[in-house]
């Protein structure tokens, strides 16, 4: 069977070092076993999106040499397809309406959730989040880098927003709904979207979708500890440094690229990992010094 892999940034801003790592590793992961590899821009919350980000992202991708197959999804014109599946987890009792707001959430110390809204439904008409119940009280799935995550759910804890008060479709959602049709059998990504894991594992099991694999590269964190993201303003990266960059990148992710790819073009070097690239010495979790910065 082909294996199909994505990359899907937000356009919340410019790729920074740490999407890079994580667009490298898919990349890699997919290219060495002569799979797919597609770019899904996960454009569905607009307050949050930064003029000229996609365009910025896919320019930046290609100056680096990763390429991508087909034409570039865009989630903001996939909408009807996000709205099919919420109908039908509504047909079938999975789906509620919540109208619980964060406060009400906070004064009432829930984690996860409390199940408030199926013993008082929100009137009819009025403006509702959806959440999707989890089926069974355990899940688990073997991650191939983190290895076996467990993940157990009391009462109506694990209950996850599908559909947001302000009307826009929650990552989960969309996500699912788009691996399936695209056909993705390998998800890779940064481990911060770990604990997402069992809430899409859910929904693919009650829309009917296969399964595909897991694996959660590990995040950097800054000086402060913090993940590097668009939003503490991690310095996007620049073509110009593309060749030190991807070396760095390599090393980062365990696969120890020889001192001779120094003088390599970007193209010899991706071509070099692609040929030697091995998940297995991927780290699990990736301590720098405090003082590190991690682009040369
Ligand atoms: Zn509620």
Known sequence: ????????PSPTGPLHFGSLLAALASYLDIRSRGGRWILRIEDLDPPREQPGASNAILHTL????LHWDADVVYQS???SHYRDALEYLLSQHTAYPCNCSRKQLRSRNVTGYDGHCLQHPPAPGSNCAYRVRHLTSEQQFTDRIQGLRRYQWQGHQGDFMVFRRDGLFAYQLAVVVDDAEQGITEVLRGSDLIDETPHQMELQAQLGYPQPRYAHI?????AAGQKLSKQNLAPAIS???RQGLL???LDLLGQQPPAELADASPDEVLSWATTHWQLATVPAVLSLPADAHPAP
């Open 62 to 65: 290609d100056a680096f040499g």
């Open 77 to 79: 014109r996939r909408l």
């Open 239 to 241: 073509a110009h440094e």
């Open 247 to 249: 070396l760095r990148a």
């Open 218 to 222: 590990p995040v950097i964190t800054n």
């Open 1 to 8: 069977m082909p294996c199909i892999g994505r990359f899907a």
